[in-house]
């Protein structure tokens, strides 16, 4: 269970099923999930939290997931928030390279915790280039089956 001191994880997921569900499956693992459900609300909860590890759906109601991943690498306060998308507009998982990362829906709680462990290792080893982040995000983009 999530304690005082355990690692936030902003979760931005329009299905309050999901979103549930995820919020679930983190707090059983230890982490202390936070959710929203547009990119708005995201960019608005990570000025006031700074939350290390964000999972972002990649379709959501005001803007693709693409687009605030985007938005998150281009403000220098946010560049070392590691990201995954979790999304059923990707086929298949994708490791996190430079603190960006994929899991495909439906999803295994032990791929959900094993991404957020690595993407908080990442962080914790002091993160990456910004541009390699972008390089990674743009890689990412390619394997959406809906354009951003």
Do not use: C, N
Request: no cysteine; glycine share 10%; hydrophobic share 50%.
């Amino acid at each position: 269970m999530a304690t005082a001191g355990s690692p936030s994880v902003l979760i931005v997921e329009d299905d309050d099923g999901v979103r549930g569900f995820l919020t679930f499956a983190l707090e059983r693992a230890g982490y202390a999930p936070v959710g929203v459900r547009t990119g708005e609300e995201a960019m608005a909860e990570l000025h006031r939290t700074a939350a290390p590890v964000i999972l972002i759906d990649g379709i959501l109601p005001d803007m693709h997931g693409v687009r605030l991943a985007r938005a998150i690498l281009e403000e220098p306060a946010l560049e070392r928030v590691a990201i995954s998308f979790v999304t059923g507009a990707i086929r298949d998982d994708r490791a996190a390279e430079a603190g960006l990362g994929a899991l495909s829906k439906p999803l295994r709680v032990r791929d959900l915790t094993d991404a957020v462990e690595t993407l908080l290792q990442w962080r914790d080893a002091g993160g990456s280039p910004v541009a390699d982040r972008i390089a990674a995000l743009a890689h990412l983009e390619h394997l959406f089956l809906v354009g951003a």
